[in-house]
């Protein structure tokens, strides 16, 4: 499949991203693709993405997505939850959102990630499906290079999420993250998305920002001291 730019402020969207969802594939099928060389990137991560307001002053929106990268064979495979944030967390989040302001996971909220990151519940997103294109920077197209918001990136990561009927769900999302720079507890950079809402013509609404990825295995271990007193406060943690 071809990926292309279809505005500076969208970004890169599949070809005819504006046609119906796909409805014939099981929930969550995930597939993706890499071209040219890419960092490392394994492990279990959190990316917040912070979306921009008008004025810019301020955020308009704070978003949270869990993912799974893996290299089988070598070759990266990313896979994008489908399941629930630990109740402090997704109220911190619900809490930024609420009164608009700038917000950063704690290592305690990591480390708490990183420890339920197996059994976090299942949820029903109504995702049918995700394309995920991981590019570095010696393999981008003109579109990419040209893009504004992707100057100086070393790798572009690209999400198609298209939904199932029904439900009032959108027809799809696209998700851009464009890896500025490196971080030790992963990476942070430009964002961009799209999303598509089911109306008689389709019109991508489209926002612009920033992110962070958290890789957990970065994340300090919890200390003797802490996890004694996790036991007392009745956390239960081991």
């Known amino acids: 499949m071809r990926w292309l730019l279809v505005g500076p402020t969208v970004g890169l969207i599949l070809a005819g991203a504006f046609s119906s969802a796909r409805c014939g594939e099981p929930p969550a099928q995930q597939t993706t693709q890499v071209a040219g060389t890419v960092p490392d990137l394994v492990g279990r991560w959190l990316v917040v993405a912070e979306v921009e307001g008008p004025t810019k002053t301020e955020p308009a929106a704070t978003t949270a997505a869990l993912w799974d990268v893996s290299a089988p064979g070598g070759t990266i495979d990313v896979t994008r939850r489908q399941v629930g944030l630990p109740p402090d967390l997704k109220q911190a989040v619900e809490r930024a ?95 961009m998305s799209a999303g598509v809402a089911p109306s008689p013509v389709p019109i991508p609404i489209t926002l612009n920002g920033t992110f962070r990825a958290y890789r957990l295995e970065s994340i300090p271990q919890r200390g003797l001291l802490a996890r004694i007193l996790d036991v007392f406060s009745g956390c239960g943690r081991r």
């Open 97 to 191: 959102n609420k009164e608009r302001t700038h917000w950063e996971p704690s290592v305690r909220q990591l480390q708490d990630l990183r420890d339920a990151w197996q059994n976090l519940p299942v949820i029903d997103t109504g995702v049918g499906h995700v394309e995920t294109k991981v590019t570095g920077s010696d393999a981008f197209d003109s579109v990419m290079k040209g893009e504004e918001r992707m100057k100086g990136a070393r790798f572009i990561i690209q999400q198609i999420v298209d939904f199932l009927p029904g439900g009032g769900r959108p027809i799809k999302d696209v998700y851009i993250y464009g890896g500025l720079e490196e971080r030790p507890d992963g990476w942070s950079g430009s964002y």
